[in-house]
């Protein structure tokens, strides 16, 4: 059994040390209030027994919390006035330094929440370590100046969760849709220098990628960019080759041929493509920002995005060297091809690639065989996309966060905006813990859930009003340079704050275990538990509307891909509830409406289920399935997105895709208990070092390469297939 100690660092569970610390404080009241030595030794019994059910590693407050009770249990009050008095002390000792040891326990590594806090991040390389060390620091700023107290202590709790509270302090905003095609064709400005339209397909692959890194160095959230704004300069190259071809015959003096001229500059831009396409999966995944990892970046596919014609043709062009690709993968350091994390691709489902009989179905059955092996593309039904946002299809930025149509904004032609557009940031609430506060009292569930709104309300506006006042001059390439609007310097960003232009989330997560606490059953089940769900996401929506209006802040609903924080939630659950069968028992919660990782149901039911609340989810939301290797059934995969086209917006298969470079084995690495601690082995041949194994899982609607922290790990193992 292990326990968690304040720097992070994980260490071996010592019963002596609660007996001990029992017997000290025993000491210090009057002989005829102390303890008796075996009302002690059932304290320390009684508090090991909680920490070995739990199932997890507990960390010391959580411990000395029990102790706490365990000493007021046996009324032995002036014992546990001097535990608390000397915790107390202790506290205000640590407070007057709240990050040194963090920091400390960061460049020793042994930091056991922060080595698993990001499964994107390798905590080992020293730009990830900066990033974390200046995230500590970030984080106990907001928490000592810049947040209201109790912002602070809702969040510390677990009644809500505020987002990415390490970048709080800089005037940073969340994700974006990059308008890749206004920096394209009017230049843009990278590190001072001046970055003209480019004359081939090739050096616009280049700037895009050099945007991207500049970018996500800007913001902290995902981006995403449309295969669409590259197709232009697709035929750039095309007629400069067909230029270089013609003037090459008739410098040989060879009997000029068009369609000779033609067929040898198509043979010439294939090559261009290839080594664009090259240019832009290599760079991303070898290019570090300042926060220590690759960018988080969506690359959209949509045929429709463009004019039918030679346009279109060029986009299935790049769309299936896209696929093929990443279909390849990437070489790891012992030169196997394994599974990237990034780029995140989304593929469109539409009329023109949806059966058999359509002229793109030859590029579906292409992202068919990647899903199946790379776990990429996910799906977006035109059809189903375009009734829930007015007759619109666009892509959302980063893993799901969901622009809203505007009809103030619109671009001059008369159609929607939503490349050059953001989101300010996220908060969180935890609609478990409002359920269990509710103590399954139906009118005392709808108040709380009220104040607990309330409280994101006030932590948006907050997170809203530390952009205010943002001058564009504190990321160039964003404000000024085309990314997402054309600033002046010094101008101010507020108007992108109001009116739509950028929305504000509101998350929520833990739907499945609210429904299972206040009516028994899950949400899935159609007498009453789903009637209640849809309640629940309704009063959310008309929460956000309400703000709306008050505000004119584009408040939208969001489905939150919890990653640590479903971690976080389940401990602050269970400290505050105890272990509650089916609602509070497992070390993780539900991410946002999807049916629980452990509820027996097939693919397209669960599908079905969810495209309802993806309807209540407007500023964002994803659903999948898990599915088994697939690599040798692709006609499965294929019925299962025909199935996303007609039913749901937007989904996922969820496959899994290893390697061991200790055996080579490639097939799934499995998770094994070790000392009461979730490790990974690899089934062949017993290998549990993570530095030594490729592991691509699913997590939060993105891939994720760097391994987990306990509670989500103990989601991926207790995830049951659907197909």
Same mark, same amino acid.
């Given at each position: 059994?292990?326990?968690?100690?304040?720097?992070?660092?994980?260490?071996?569970?010592?019963?002596?040390?609660?007996?001990?610390?029992?017997?000290?404080?025993?000491?210090?009241?009057?002989?005829?209030?102390?303890? +008796?030595?075996?009302?002690?030794?059932?304290?320390?019994?009684?508090?090991?027994?909680?920490?070995?059910?739990?199932?997890?590693?507990?960390?010391?407050?959580?411990?000395?919390?029990?102790?706490?009770?365990?000493?007021?249990?046996?009324?032995?009050?002036?014992?546990?006035?001097?535990?608390?008095?000397?915790?107390?002390?202790?506290?205000?000792?640590?407070?007057?330094?709240?990050?040194?040891?963090?920091?400390?326990?960061?460049?020793?590594?042994?930091?056991?929440?922060?080595?698993?806090?990001?499964?994107?991040?390798?905590?080992?390389?020293?730009?990830?370590?900066?990033?974390?060390?200046?995230?500590?620091?970030?984080?106990?700023?907001?928490?000592?100046?810049?947040?209201?107290?109790? &912002?602070?202590?809702?969040?510390?709790?677990?009644?809500?969760?505020?987002?990415?509270?390490?970048?709080?302090?800089?005037?940073?905003?969340?994700?974006?849709?990059?308008?890749?095609?206004?920096?394209?064709?009017?230049?843009?400005?990278?590190?001072?220098? !001046?970055?003209?339209?480019?004359?081939?397909?090739?050096?616009?692959?280049?700037?895009?990628?050099?945007?991207?890194?500049?970018?996500?160095?800007?913001?902290?959230?995902?981006?995403?960019?449309?295969?669409?704004?590259?197709?232009?300069?697709?035929?750039?190259?095309?007629?400069?080759?067909?230029?270089?071809?013609?003037?090459?015959?008739?410098?040989?003096?060879?009997?000029?041929?068009?369609?000779?001229?033609?067929?040898?500059?198509?043979?010439?831009?294939?090559?261009?493509?290839?080594?664009?396409?090259?240019?832009?999966?290599?760079?991303?995944? /070898?290019?570090?920002?300042?926060?220590?990892?690759?960018?988080?970046?969506?690359?959209?596919?949509?045929?429709?995005?463009?004019?039918?014609?030679?346009?279109?043709?060029?986009?299935?062009?790049?769309?299936?060297?896209?696929?093929?690709?990443?279909?390849?993968?990437?070489?790891?350091?012992?030169?196997?091809?394994?599974?990237?994390?990034?780029?995140?691709?989304?593929?469109?489902?539409?009329?023109?690639?949806?059966?058999?009989?359509?002229?793109?179905?030859?590029?579906?059955?292409?992202?068919?065989?990647? /899903?199946?092996?790379?776990?990429?593309?996910?799906?977006?039904?035109?059809?189903?996309?375009?009734?829930?946002?007015?007759?619109?299809?666009?892509?959302? !930025?980063?893993?799901?966060?969901?622009?809203?149509?505007?009809?103030?904004?619109?671009?001059?032609?008369?159609?929607?905006?939503?490349?050059?557009?953001?989101?300010?940031?996220?908060?969180?609430?935890?609609?478990?813990?409002?359920?269990?506060?509710?103590?399954?009292?139906?009118?005392?569930?709808?108040?709380?859930?009220?104040?607990?709104?309330?409280?994101?309300?006030?932590?948006?506006?907050?997170?809203?009003?530390?952009?205010?006042?943002?001058?564009?001059?504190?990321?160039?390439?964003?404000?000024?340079?085309?990314?997402?609007?054309?600033?002046?310097?010094?101008?101010?960003?507020?108007?992108?704050?109001?009116?739509?232009?950028?929305?504000?989330?509101?998350?929520?997560?833990?739907?499945?275990?609210?429904?299972?606490?206040?009516?028994?059953?899950?949400? +899935?089940?159609?007498?009453?538990?789903?009637?209640?769900?849809?309640?629940?996401?309704?009063?959310?929506?008309?929460?956000?509307?309400?703000?709306?209006?008050?505000?004119?802040?584009?408040?939208?609903?969001?489905?939150?891909?919890?990653?640590?924080?479903?971690?976080?939630?389940?401990?602050?659950?269970?400290?505050?509830?105890?272990?509650?069968?089916?609602? +509070?028992?497992?070390?993780?919660?539900?991410?946002?409406?999807?049916?629980?990782?452990?509820?027996?149901?097939?693919?397209?039911?669960?599908?079905?289920?969810?495209?309802?609340?993806?309807?209540?989810?407007?500023?964002?939301? &994803?659903?999948?399935?898990?599915?088994?290797? !697939?690599?040798?059934?692709?006609?499965?995969?294929?019925?299962?997105?025909?199935?996303?086209?007609?039913?749901? !917006?937007?989904?996922?298969?969820?496959?899994?895709?290893?390697?061991?470079?200790?055996?080579?084995?490639?097939?799934?690495?499995?998770?094994?208990?070790?000392?009461?601690?979730?490790?990974?082995?690899?089934?062949?041949?017993?290998?549990?070092?993570?530095?030594?194994?490729?592991?691509?899982?699913? +997590?939060?609607?993105?891939?994720?390469?760097?391994?987990?922290?306990?509670?989500?790990?103990?989601?991926?193992?207790?995830?049951?297939?659907?197909?």
């Amino acid at each position: 059994m292990k326990i968690i100690k304040r720097s992070g660092a994980e260490a071996g569970f010592d019963q002596s040390k609660i007996t001990n610390a029992v017997i000290k404080a025993n000491n210090s009241v009057r002989e005829d209030k102390r303890l +008796t030595a075996e009302q002690i030794n059932d304290i320390s019994n009684a508090v090991t027994a909680v920490c070995d059910e739990m199932n997890r590693a507990m960390n010391v407050e959580e411990i000395q919390d029990l102790v706490e009770n365990q000493i007021m249990k046996h009324q032995a009050y002036e014992v546990a006035r001097s535990y608390i008095t000397y915790r107390y002390k202790r506290a205000l000792v640590r407070r007057s330094n709240t990050t040194d040891e963090q920091i400390m326990s960061l460049l020793e590594f042994d930091n056991e929440e922060v080595k698993q806090e990001n499964s994107n991040k390798n905590p080992l390389v020293n730009s990830v370590q900066r990033d974390y060390m200046a995230g500590e620091v970030s984080k106990d700023i907001p928490r000592r100046f810049l947040l209201p107290e109790y &912002i602070v202590e809702a969040h510390e709790k677990g009644l809500i969760h505020f987002h990415d509270a390490d970048y709080f302090a800089q005037h940073m905003h969340n994700c974006c849709l990059i308008n890749l095609q206004d920096m394209l064709d009017n230049g843009t400005v990278i590190s001072e220098t !001046m970055i003209e339209t480019p004359h081939t397909f090739a050096t616009a692959c280049n700037i895009a990628t050099q945007s991207i890194a500049q970018i996500a160095s800007s913001q902290y959230g995902g981006q995403s960019i449309s295969l669409a704004h590259l197709v232009p300069y697709v035929d750039v190259s095309r007629q400069r080759y067909r230029r270089e071809v013609r003037e090459e015959f008739e410098a040989a003096g060879i009997v000029l041929d068009q369609e000779k001229i033609n067929q040898i500059a198509e043979d010439r831009l294939r090559k261009e493509v290839k080594q664009g396409v090259q240019m832009i999966q290599y760079q991303v995944i /070898t290019l570090m920002t300042t926060n220590g990892q690759a960018p988080f970046i969506t690359i959209f596919m949509y045929l429709h995005e463009v004019e039918e014609g030679q346009s279109r043709e060029d986009l299935a062009m790049l769309i299936e060297e896209v696929l093929e690709q990443r279909i390849q993968g990437i070489k790891n350091e012992k030169g196997v091809f394994i599974t990237p994390a990034f780029p995140k691709l989304i593929y469109v489902l539409e009329p023109d690639n949806i059966t058999e009989e359509s002229k793109y179905w030859y590029l579906t059955e292409l992202a068919a065989r990647c /899903t199946a092996k790379r776990l990429v593309p996910d799906y977006i039904s035109e059809k189903v996309m375009k009734e829930l946002k007015k007759g619109n299809c666009y892509t959302c !930025m980063g893993c799901r966060s969901f622009l809203t149509v505007e009809e103030s904004q619109k671009n001059p032609d008369g159609s929607y905006k939503f490349y050059g557009r953001f989101n300010q940031g996220v908060v969180t609430i935890n609609l478990v813990d409002v359920a269990c506060s509710s103590e399954k009292d139906m009118d005392k569930f709808w108040r709380i859930f009220d104040e607990r709104l309330e409280l994101c309300h006030e932590a948006l506006l907050i997170r809203h009003n530390r952009l205010k006042g943002t001058v564009s001059d504190v990321a160039p390439i964003l404000w000024q340079f085309g990314a997402l609007a054309r600033l002046g310097k010094g101008e101010k960003i507020d108007p992108l704050l109001y009116n739509g232009y950028s929305t504000i989330s509101l998350g929520y997560a833990g739907l499945y275990e609210c429904t299972k606490y206040m009516t028994g059953k899950s949400h +899935t089940d159609p007498e009453g538990g789903t009637e209640f769900a849809l309640a629940v996401m309704q009063h959310m929506n008309d929460a956000c509307a309400k703000w709306r209006a008050e505000s004119n802040i584009a408040f939208r609903l969001y489905g939150t891909p919890l990653e640590s924080t479903t971690y976080k939630f389940a401990k602050c659950l269970q400290k505050r509830f105890g272990l509650i069968p089916g609602v +509070t028992d497992k070390n993780y919660i539900t991410n946002s409406y999807h049916v629980h990782v452990t509820e027996e149901i097939d693919a397209f039911t669960k599908l079905k289920f969810e495209a309802q609340f993806q309807a209540l989810s407007p500023g964002g939301a &994803i659903s999948y399935v898990e599915v088994p290797d !697939m690599k040798d059934n692709i006609p499965a995969v294929l019925s299962v997105i025909k199935f996303i086209y007609e039913n749901i !917006m937007y989904a996922e298969l969820n496959t899994k895709s290893d390697y061991c470079q200790v055996c080579g084995y490639d097939g799934e690495i499995s998770i094994v208990e070790e000392d009461g601690k979730l490790v990974w082995e690899c089934p062949n041949c017993g290998n549990r070092d993570q530095s030594k194994l490729n592991v691509a899982r699913r +997590t939060c609607g993105y891939i994720g390469t760097q391994f987990w922290n306990q509670g989500r790990t103990q989601e991926i193992r207790d995830r049951v297939l659907h197909l």
